[in-house]
């Protein structure tokens, strides 16, 4: 049936919706770059949506978990070949996207006879400063695009992901430290989630003080590709009372 | 998927050694020790490579981090040595970001037995020996940090008090052995300051009597590569700080 060129661009669009419609009910994972680093923001139950990646190289995802290990462990082993192989310096997201992830989930999604691949997800790569970090918006069909504002929302819903990126861009300040910054990202998370106008989170009902019942039990994962530390490995989660 | 990153790899680094006869320059001669003290385990060493009686560099670093929890001090054929330890840095960031937890110690000791082992072919045709010291903190067993010395073969060993390896290691061990004994504090219970100073000792006794250990001179500044290892993990003692503690513990 898919040997005519009409039934195979039908038998896409059938998958393009069919993946639309599994991503429906996950929630949102954000990142920020920030002068003290690259802000990692995911609201799980139980699934870890922020991961590292490589020294400088984070994920923060949303779909199926199946997949979501699919995609980190493909990105994982093509990092540390390539660190291994030449040196870590030349792992950069744009190579990786451009040479293995954005290839291989550009197969998956039209070999349309197997499972699709279920993610949308963002890759942060830190820099020595905030104007060199990279963060790369990843579609489930292997399209990609670089944001260069610093703030990349990831949801369901690509109008409403559009608009809170916008709002929290506006209510970003210089002087926030990454505390504040993840209030605001759960701000943003819960008007995601449930459907809402945006609130900043110093108004009364926003997430200022987002617990995990407000949050219908689930778990905030905060991480951060810190750029104040001269380790190799920049990753680390971070705390409750770091955020404070 | 099972976190093995060195089965991604097209074959073994450490397996291909196929030389036969023939004399081939031997970059080997190195001190390196550990020893427990009050705050944790030090791993030191000189900074000298050779070359036959040439000294090739003193600017050498042989005490590696592999990870935040675990150091490779390296003797023996440089080039296997460092390739080991950044096969074993890239092994253990590999599996603790694909499997979501940190390599366990046990794990971490037996993938250096095996880099050792399957080196075997350059080791018994004699120019690629390689015998490190590996000092780790296992979390899951309370973080006690310990040490270990292997055989070129890949056997390993279990430290007591310290180990050490390299030309200039039997002068050390025989000092620890003694400071050990009969010494008070013993080396076991100096605080940091008095440990790291009792290091850079060491390694200036090895140097009398072993012209492949040297790089350490406090008079000019230039102090012995010192790392602590402790439950927090790994901490260089950079040379600043050596000098302060050279200044305050030794008089003459």
């Given at each position: 049936m898919n040997d005519e060129p009409y039934r195979w661009l039908e038998a896409v669009a059938n998958r393009r919706e069919y993946i639309r419609d599994q991503l429906k009910g996950a929630t949102p994972v954000l990142a920020f770059s920030r002068p003290e680093g690259i802000l990692l923001v995911g609201v799980g139950s139980g699934n870890s949506k922020v991961f590292e990646i490589y020294d400088r190289l984070a994920l923060a995802a949303l779909g199926h978990p199946v997949d979501i290990e699919k995609i980190r462990q493909t990105v994982i082993e093509s990092a540390h070949m390539e660190g291994f192989t030449?040196?870590?310096?030349?792992?950069t997201l744009r190579r990786l996207l451009n040479f293995s992830l954005g290839p291989a989930l550009k197969t998956s999604f039209e070999q349309i006879l197997s499972a699709p691949i279920i993610v949308e997800c963002v890759f942060a790569e830190l820099g020595t400063k905030v104007g060199q970090d990279v963060l790369a918006r990843v579609n489930f069909d292997g399209t990609y695009r670089f944001e260069n504002k610093g703030v990349v929302v990831v949801h369901t819903d690509h109008a409403d992901e559009t608009s809170a990126a916008t709002w929290l861009r506006e209510q970003l300040t210089d002087d926030m430290g990454v505390g504040a910054v993840r209030q605001l990202a759960l701000a943003a998370w819960r008007a995601l989630t449930a459907d809402k106008p945006f609130t900043p989170?110093?108004?009364?009902?926003?997430?200022?003080?987002?617990t995990p019942a407000e949050l219908g039990g689930r778990v905030i994962e905060c991480a951060l590709l810190d750029?104040?530390?001269?380790?190799?490995?920049r990753y680390r989660g971070l705390e409750p009372a770091e955020l404070s | 998927m099972n976190g093995d990153f060195i089965a991604l790899l097209p074959k073994s680094p450490f397996a291909t050694a196929q030389a036969s006869g023939g004399h081939v320059p031997r970059l080997e001669a190195t001190t390196v020790f550990a020893f427990h003290c009050a705050a944790g385990v030090i791993v030191a060493g000189d900074h000298r490579a050779t070359a036959g009686n040439i000294v090739?560099?003193?600017?050498?670093?042989?005490?590696?981090?592999?990870?935040?929890h675990s150091l490779l001090g390296i003797a023996g054929s440089p080039a296997i040595a460092m390739e080991m330890a950044r096969t074993l840095q890239t092994s253990f960031d590999f599996y603790r970001r694909s499997q979501l937890q940190p390599m366990s110690q046990p794990a971490k000791m037996r993938a250096l037995a095996r880099l050792l082992h399957d080196n075997l072919p350059a080791t018994l045709q004699g120019f690629g020996l390689v015998a490190p010291i590996f000092a780790g903190v296992d979390g899951v067993e309370g973080g006690r940090p310990s040490i270990y010395f292997y055989d070129p073969m890949g056997a390993q060993f279990e430290a007591a008090a310290f180990a050490g390896s390299g030309s200039g290691a039997g002068s050390i061990k025989s000092v620890l052995h003694f400071l050990e004994q009969w010494s008070d504090p013993k080396p076991a219970e100096m605080p940091l300051d008095q440990a790291v100073t009792l290091a850079n000792q060491l390694l200036m006794t090895a140097a009398e009597y072993d012209t492949a250990t040297g790089g350490v001179d406090p008079a000019r500044g230039d102090f012995a590569t010192v790392k602590l290892l402790s439950a927090s993990g790994v901490r260089s003692i950079l040379a600043d700080e050596q000098a302060g503690y050279w200044k305050d513990k030794v008089s003459r």
């Open positions: 030449r040196s870590p310096e030349d792992v989170p110093t108004t009364e009902g926003a997430g200022e003080k987002a750029r104040r530390i001269s380790a190799r490995v | 090739f560099s003193d600017r050498t670093e042989k005490i590696l981090e592999l990870d935040r």
